[in-house]
């Protein structure tokens, strides 16, 4: 019989939970503000702008809890980088998802009550969450607070340079949540990884 480990923790899933529609709320009204037409917009502007700000505020307050929390449960120590061999790591894991999964091969890096993410998960939960996340609040904050903004760099608009990594970013974060909910899909069975995310359990084999 399979083992479980109980790796998601209520606070992970409700955090996860409000972090997961929160983003949802910000690129939906994000994408709203950017394309739509504004004779036809996919949501009124001025109800996007309002939506775009309290999804963010709410984003950074649940952000700034899972700091707090991540740090006190002991979660942290999943997201803690290996001294040696990490680069090995990432490439077997990724020969794993292009060829041996393909191949029917046994996953590398399984999960088990030490290790609960493997070393892509790992690397891109590391960057989303200690990167990206930070980079997309601090120049969205900028956009909020335009006067806080260096006038020109290098005789370009601060402004607009900072519209412009906020928009990347923005692009990025939406594109990690497709390939996200996809590597999500590719657990024991097809919805074990979600059964996880809502029960707090995974099966270690
Ligand atoms: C929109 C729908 C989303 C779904 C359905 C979803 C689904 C899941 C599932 C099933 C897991 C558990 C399996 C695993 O660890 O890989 C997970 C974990 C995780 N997800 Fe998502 N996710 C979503 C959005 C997001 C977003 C927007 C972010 C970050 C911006 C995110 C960040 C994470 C992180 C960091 C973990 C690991 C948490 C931990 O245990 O420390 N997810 N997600």
């Known amino acids: 019989m399979a083992e479980k ?18 983003c949802l709320t910000l690129v939906i009204s994000g994408i709203s ?3 739509s037409d504004p004779s036809r917009p996919l949501i009124r502007f001025d109800l996007a702008v309002s939506m775009h700000n309290l999804g963010a505020i709410l984003l950074i307050i649940n952000y700034l809890l899972f700091l707090v929390l991540n740090r006190l449960s002991g979660n942290l120590k999943h997201y ?3 001294k040696k061999g990490y680069a090995g790591m990432l490439l077997t894991q990724f020969h794993y998802y292009t060829v041996g999964i393909f191949r029917g091969e046994k996953a ?9 993410f493997n070393p892509l998960q790992h690397f891109t939960y590391i960057v989303v969450m200690y990167v990206l996340l930070p980079l997309i609040f601090i120049t969205g904050a900028g956009m909020f607070f335009p006067e806080l903004v260096i006038s020109k760099v290098f005789g370009i ?9 906020h928009i990347q970013v923005g692009f990025i974060i939406s594109m990690f949540m497709i390939v996200h909910i996809y590597f999500c899909l590719l657990g024991t069975n097809l919805f074990a990884s979600f059964k996880s995310m809502i029960n707090g359990w995974v099966e270690v084999h």
């Open 80 to 82: 803690k980088i290996p």
């Open 108 to 116: 590398p890096f399984p999960v088990n009550r030490e290790r609960k």
């Open 5 to 22: 480990v109980y790796h998601y923790p209520l606070w992970i899933r409700l955090w996860h939970l409000a972090n997961a529609l929160f």
């Open 33 to 35: 503000m950017q394309f």
């Open 157 to 165: 608009s601060g402004l607009f340079l900072t519209d412009l990594i």
